[in-house]
Each structure stands twice: as C-alpha cells, then as structure tokens.
C-alpha cells in the first residue's frame, strides 16, 4: 500500500460515548489520503469493538488493541505504525472541521521551514466549559505566530495537542513521546522550541475541543501545577538559562517562590527576587534578597551575562511587567522571559 499524506494518530481509552462522532468527523474530512491509527488503551467498555467496527466499513481505519498501557506508550506504539507523511493528533472525544486536514497539510508544505501546525480552538459544551478552560483557549487562541508561540513557551503550553499537525521525521528523530512524569505534550512543544523548531497555527477554529470534569488535565498528577513547574525549570536550565552567570526572579510570590525552588535544585545561579511589595523587599526568599523592582538596572550591570524571569500569575501583571522592561531597554526572549 501506498504510504497516505495524513497518518492520525488517535489514542482511546473508554471512550464509547464520544468515540463514534469523533471518527464520523475524521471520515468527514476533505482530504481523504490519510490513515486513522487508533489506539484502543486497554479500554473496559465497548472502544475496541467500535474501533473494529469502524475499520470493517472504512479500510483506512487501522485499529491497534493494547492492554493498558498509559497514554505515552500507547502514543508511541501508534507514532511507530504511522506511516504517513505528516501526523495528525487527534483526541477520541474531540471534532475536527472537514477541512482541518486539508488545511494543515497544504500549510506544512508551502512552508518547508515549518515542524508543527496548529490551529484556533473551540471549546464545547458550553454547559460544561469551565471559566478557566474557556480563558485558557482564549490565551491560546491569541498566540498564531511562531514569534508568538515561541515568546509564550514557557508561560503555559501553547498548543492544544489534538489540534496539531507535524512532520513524522522530526517527531521520530525528536524521540517521539517523553515520559517525564510531566504533561506529554507540553514536554514535546518545549524540545521541539529548544531544538529550533517553528509552530504556528491556521486562524481559522478548526477544531472543537471538549472540556468535561474528567479530562487528564484535572484528573492526572502530571498535569499539575506543581509538575508544570518542573518542566518549565528543566528546559529553561537547558535553555534561556544556559551559560548565565545570574538569574532574576520578577515576582517573590506563590509562583516565584515555587519555581525558584526547581531552578535552585537544577542548579541556576539565582542572584535576587524583584518584587513591588514593599512588604517584602529587604527580606529574603530561599536565602536570595527581594528587590524593588526599580533596582533591577543596577542589579543587571553587576553582571555580564543575567537573564530575568517574569514569574507573577496575577492577571494582567505580565503586560504591566512586559511593558515595564520593555521601557528600560530589555529584549523580551533574549534578556527576559514570562513564565507565569
């Protein structure tokens, strides 16, 4: 057989109830070129027997039955009989616009330079979309460039995973599927931009992204903030903080405070905390002195090569602190990078 343009990689683990509108939207698609490899994770309600069924009336469907595994190895054992030339993921309770594939196919080779094309969002039931889901899908939705995407990498993962489309060679030569005991994807978005990699996505909402009180995000310890947190602290180290000779944390709040603490045990020269809290400057956090947030020029000039983190999640407060340092001379993803 001849290898299809789109290979889509589609893990399921008891999904009866939404995986059958999930394929109808698959099999939808404009572009027809492509496989279905899905994954059926050890599922105990009916996912297999719909899988098999599915693959009974459509020979581009190709099933892949795995006791439980967990949802890394059951990515990679799919990636591994992928055979197309660009891979679509797809999520078992999520819908894809008819045109999605299409789309981001014809994007992927207009722009050879291009790894991972993503797109806008829509998240859906609107009965069961929480507040912060639906501003979460709003901050992604307003990141479509790779200047953006790769100014905003290490804020929070900038790709919804199921909404993606890359090149199955850079994922297989990138390793594929990390397990980290951190989210998944976030991981692969934060090799993929350590390794030089340019994502973007299509402004057109090309898929409908389901929220419901049992997604991995909520349920799943690596999905936590705390575990977030690590990732981020692993690749800055590997990264943005590579070579630095001092590290500046803008916010000596809850994030500050609990990243600082990653950064410290992976070994980051932390000089100083900033902070505008006139509580806290002239004390101490993890043995480092808070600042005012005014003496960071003369904090910057004691060194040759320091680099700031803007680590405060309040809303609004990265603009406010993006537009301050902008102000005194500072380059954001060279001198400065937001993290919360």
């Not at 009916?46 to 892949?64: K, Y």
Request: with cysteine; aromatic share 6%; proline share 6%.
């Amino acid at each position: 057989m001849n290898a299809p343009v789109v290979s889509v990689l589609l893990p399921a683990h008891n999904a009866a109830t939404t995986l059958p509108e999930t394929l109808a939207s698959l099999r939808a698609q404009s572009l027809s070129d492509s496989e279905v490899v899905a994954v059926n994770d050890g599922s105990s309600d009916e996912s297999g027997t719909i899988l098999q069924a599915c693959a009974a009336d459509d020979p581009r469907v190709r099933p892949i039955q795995l006791p439980r595994v967990g949802l890394i190895e059951a990515l990679n054992r799919g990636l591994s009989a992928c055979r197309g030339e660009f891979v679509a993921r797809m999520d078992a309770d999520d819908l894809a616009h008819p045109l999605r594939f299409e789309l981001q196919a014809e994007r992927l080779r207009a722009q050879p330079g291009l790894s991972v094309v993503s797109c806008l969002v829509e998240p859906f039931p609107s009965e069961t979309v929480t507040e912060g889901f639906r501003r979460y899908v709003e901050w992604l939705n307003g990141l479509t460039t790779p200047t953006e995407i790769a100014r905003d990498m290490f804020i929070e993962s900038p790709l919804p995973h199921p909404s993606v489309m890359l090149r199955r060679t850079e994922l297989l030569a990138l390793g594929g599927y990390h397990e980290r005991g951190w989210a998944e994807d976030y991981d692969l978005w934060l090799r993929y931009h350590l390794a030089g990699k340019r994502m973007e996505k299509i402004t057109q909402t090309l898929l409908r992204w389901r929220d419901h009180p049992e997604r991995a995000t909520r349920t799943d310890a690596r999905y936590s903030v705390e575990n977030f947190l690590r990732a981020k602290a692993h690749y800055l180290l590997r990264g943005p903080l590579r070579g630095r000779d001092a590290v500046i944390i803008w916010g000596a709040g809850q994030m500050g405070r609990r990243l600082s603490k990653h950064l410290v045990r992976g070994g980051a020269p932390l000089l100083a905390f900033l902070d505008i809290d006139v509580g806290k400057t002239g004390r101490t956090l993890r043995g480092r002195p808070i600042h005012s947030a005014a003496d960071l020029p003369d904090l910057w000039r004691q060194h040759t090569h320091p680099a700031l983190l803007a680590a405060v999640g309040s809303r609004g407060a990265r603009a406010l602190i993006r537009a301050r340092l902008q102000e005194w001379g500072f380059t954001e993803s060279a001198d400065f990078w937001c993290v919360a």
